[in-house]
Nanobody, 122 residues
Framework: QVQLVESGGGSVQAGGALRLSCRASEYASRLAWFRQVPGKEREGVAAMYVRGHATYYSDSVKGRFTMSRGSDENTVYLDMSSLKPEDTAMYHC??????????????????WGQGTQVTVSP
């Protein structure tokens, strides 16, 4: 059972930046960031294979968000810049072990953190 703890959320004005952190309790081959707004489906934002080289981004954040690994394999970051009000959401870190054809689909991630809130004001 992989446990995940996110941190780094907060409130910023549009155009600002935030860094989210996710710490996993043990190794997971895939880590990802998702976000959810009440009443809407969970949206995959970024995903990576921890020991690989590919990182995947949704079209809505490509060029503005960067997912990276920390100095150990159990920590990942999400650097968010040029934030927009529509980026406001609860951001969750997720972990999985099974390769999939859609790294941004939530159904391939059995382990989830509690989330950290990001609020972007106009």
């Amino acid at each position: 059972q992989v446990q995940l703890v996110e941190s780094g959320g907060g409130s910023v004005q549009a155009g600002g930046a935030l860094r989210l952190s996710c710490r996993a309790s043990e190794y997971a081959s895939r880590l990802a960031w998702f976000r959810q707004v009440p009443g809407k489906e969970r949206e995959g934002v970024a995903a990576m294979y921890v020991r690989g080289h590919a990182t995947y981004y949704s079209d809505s954040v490509k060029g503005r968000f960067t997912m990276s690994r920390g100095s150990d394999e159990n920590t990942v970051y999400l650097d968010m810049s040029s934030l927009k009000p529509e980026d406001t959401a609860m951001y969750h870190c997720a972990a999985g072990h099974i390769a999939s054809s859609d790294p941004l689909s939530p159904r391939f991630y059995p382990f989830w953190g509690q989330g950290t809130q990001v609020t972007v004001s106009p």
